[in-house]
């Protein structure tokens, strides 16, 4: 991942999430913490970000594919589309390790509840630190140049 790549998507990771927080406001929905929505949108999507483009820094065609099944998994599992208790218990397993099931919690709690995000934004920063360096290890500029 070169420098101007991570600016680039990082820059269109922000605007998507202020996209995104705009839209639903546009629509007429508001939320309990506005700051704290709108910074944990944010957050999540520069984290789905570092997945991603790390994921396809590494192999673009095998990245691709799993980061769609990554998406097709926190869909699943994230309780978000779907309560956790009636889903299998595969589902239920992965739930605590992906990124999703943070984002969906914190939003509930930013939207509606008491606002507290510690948990979920602690464990969206690890993860996105984690890719960013996984990323930057895929990218490994100079091999093969002599």
């Known amino acids: 991942m070169e420098r101007n790549g991570i600016e680039i998507n990082g820059m269109i990771a922000v605007l998507a999430g202020i996209l995104v927080y705009g839209g639903v406001h546009i629509i007429g ?3 309990v913490h506005e700051m704290k929505t709108l910074f944990l949108i944010v957050l999540a999507s520069i984290t789905f970000m570092a997945i991603v483009t790390a994921l396809t820094t590494w192999n673009s065609r095998v990245g691709a594919f799993f980061s769609l099944i990554l998406l097709l998994l926190q869909l699943a599992s994230s309780a978000g589309t779907y309560p956790l208790v009636l889903t299998n218990d595969f589902f239920r397993t992965i739930n605590p ?6 984002s969906v919690s914190g939003l509930r709690q930013t ?11 602690v464990f969206l920063i690890v993860t996105l630190v984690i890719f960013i360096g996984l ?12």
């Open 29 to 31: 929905l508001t939320a």
């Open 97 to 102: 390790w992906l990124p999703m099931s943070y």
């Open 111 to 121: 939207i509606s509840m008491a606002g507290t995000i510690q948990e979920q934004v």
């Open 135 to 146: 990323g930057v290890m895929a990218y490994r500029p100079g091999l093969g140049e002599e």
